[in-house]
Structures are given as C-alpha cells and as structure tokens.
C-alpha cells in the first residue's frame, strides 16, 4: 500500500504555468508508476499523463490535450512525481489528482491521493 500527497494546486491565468507535487510513501518509490489525472466539475476523471518505474526507464506518456505543454517527471531521492503545467488554458482548470501502481505504467490507478484544486481564469 502507498499513500500518496498532493500539492502545487492554485489559481493561474491563461498562458502561465504551474508545478504539482505528488510525494509517495510506503512503498519503494522506485517501482511504482505514478500518473496524474484531472476532474472538471460534472465531468469525469481523465487521465492527463504518466511516467513508469524506474527499472522501465521512467518511460512518460501523455494526454493529446496537454501533449507540448505539460511535463511529468520524477525525482527517486524525494520520492516525488512533478507535473509541470506550461501555457495554461481555462479547460485545463479542475482538481487533479496523483495514483500510483506497481503493474499498469500507462494507467496507474492502484492508489490514489487526495486531489488538488488548479483554476485557471482566462
């Protein structure tokens, strides 16, 4: 089992950027993927992008709406997973949330943090 914190969320204007935090504990940080995840009010959870284990490479995957524009990565001393968010849009706003899983790089959803709020105004 792992737990996993976000952070970074806030208010943005459009064009500007953010920085998310997932922090990952109680497992060895470094075989797990993790993704990050996106839910608009009255809409469903998306999946925004993904970066594997290592022992798979830190292979990265991403959603087409945020493909040029977001960057994940992950820092194995920290035990942290970044989502760093350039050339905000509006329909980038909801609460985004971080999941890990020791199996599904592509589509971690075996854990999940608690969701941070980013708002984007235009």
């Known amino acids: 089992q792992v737990q996993l914190v976000e952070s970074g969320g806030g208010l943005a204007q459009a064009g500007g950027s953010l920085r998310l935090s997932c922090v990952v504990s109680?497992?060895?940080?470094?075989?797990?993927?993790v993704g990050w995840y996106r839910q608009a009010p009255g809409k469903q959870r998306d999946f925004v992008a993904t970066?594997?284990?290592?022992?798979?490479?830190?292979?990265?995957y991403y959603a087409d709406a945020v493909k040029g524009r977001f960057t994940i990565s992950r820092d194995n001393a920290k035990n942290t997973v970044y989502l760093q968010m350039n050339s905000l849009k509006s329909e980038d706003t909801g609460v985004y949330y971080c999941?890990?899983?020791?199996?599904?790089?592509?589509?971690?959803?075996?854990?999940w943090g608690q969701g941070t709020q980013v708002t984007v105004s235009s």
């Open positions: 999941a890990a899983d020791r199996n599904d790089w592509r589509r971690p959803r075996e854990s």
């Open positions: 109680g497992r060895t940080f470094r075989s797990v993927a």
């Open positions: 970066i594997s284990d290592t022992w798979n490479g830190d292979s990265t």
